[in-house]
């Protein structure tokens, strides 16, 4: 009776909660926008952004708790990150500002992750069902049962770790491309002003020394 | 399979929150993606309370042209499948004339998607392939792990076309240095020989 209970408390351990969230944005100039999420208490919070386009590739990042304090503040930086664990329950926000540029639009991916101890919603039913069903097996089935889920959660949440990785590759990836497409045109746009001045300014000084011996004998 | 009938929710991977936040009257504001062609792309959206405007939502493909037109009055949902690779946009709207409010009205909208294996039903396959719960979250994983192998097939050829791109844009600048030495070096002759000979002809030299 007692490796049950045992069973089942770790059982209850092991059931998580994730929310995910992964988008990109953009930001006008004397502009700032802010997400709302609405947290758990003791849910672990990962966040982190980057600016993909825009000026100098720089933006601010400031993190509120429903009570409004800050709880993080980046001045000016083009990527970042910020874990911490929710004390209070309720809606967070996540305020990108851009109001120290003056023309560049910025273009900003931000990812969010929480990881909440418990189920909710729709699963707390199921675990009603998974309760039952224990109570019939017997011991050794049991621990059986928790060491596979126990595997079973550790591949999960390292598939989870690859994932959030690739998100994060993939955002760096597009902000590099940019970079270098804009490079690319800059070249060619350059190339051809400097050939252009180049050549008018040689001809220029050809037809001005012309002009001077041309028309009168001021030599 | 005795444990065919356990249900272990392991993981909720690719459970989506509803991300919230605020427009204004007469703006648009669009949240995008870069989505890979052929994926299932679905969500829903909802305008939290107080409701004081009335945005449109409006889906853009990579062209900028419309795939689905929705009125947020009541909480939607939409879906669509992706016939191309790109940047797809979701969009909220206010530009469309509104009951005169105070200026400064906003109205706080909280919407989310998800694509590929997250958008997925696995309730659905389980049912259609007779799946106990925990193969069918094994099954989950597995087309998860397929997902992130073509994704990084994927961002290998981006990461060589990017390559390519640097690569070119370097010998451009190197030919470009050349090419301007040499023709300043020959307007330079070209210009003394021009005068030279402008001056002889003259009979000041």
Known sequence: MNTQRLSFLFLFGLIFTIEVSAISFTIEPHKSVCFYQKVRKKSRIHTDFQVLKGGKLDINFLIRDPRGSEIYNLKQTSTGSHNFMSIKQGDYSFCFDNSFSTVSTKEVNFNFKSHTRGMFGANADKMQNVQEYLEKEKASTQEHIVKLSSTLEKLSENIDEVRELQMYLKAREISHRNTSESTNSRILLWSLIATFFIAAASIAQITYLRNIFTKKRRV | ?205
């Open chain 2, 1 to 205: 399979m005795k444990l065919k009938n356990l249900l272990f929710i392991v993981c909720l991977l690719g459970l989506v929150t509803a991300l919230q936040f605020d427009i204004g009257q007469r703006e648009e504001k669009c949240i995008y993606e870069e989505i890979e062609h052929d994926s299932l792309v679905t969500g829903d959206f909802e305008l939290m309370d107080p409701i004081l405007l009335h945005p449109e939502f409006i889906i853009y493909n990579p062209q900028k042209q419309v795939i689905q037109k929705k009125q947020t009055n009541q909480p939607g949902k939409f879906a669509f499948h992706t016939d191309q690779t790109g940047d797809y946009h979701f969009c909220f709207s206010t530009k469309k004339p509104q009951p005169s409010l105070q200026s400064g009205t906003i109205q706080r909208v909280s919407f989310n998607y998800k694509y590929g294996i997250a958008a997925r039903d696995y309730e659905d396959i389980a049912k259609k392939e007779h799946l106990g719960p925990l193969e069918r979250e094994i099954r989950k994983m597995q087309d998860q792990v397929l997902e992130i192998h073509t994704d990084i097939i994927y961002a290998k050829g981006r990461e060589e076309a990017m390559r390519n791109t640097n690569e070119s844009t370097n010998s451009r600048v190197m030919w470009f240095s050349i090419l301007s030495i040499l023709v300043l070096f020959t307007t330079g002759i070209l210009q003394v020989y021009y005068l030279k000979g402008f001056f002889k002809k003259r009979k000041i030299i």
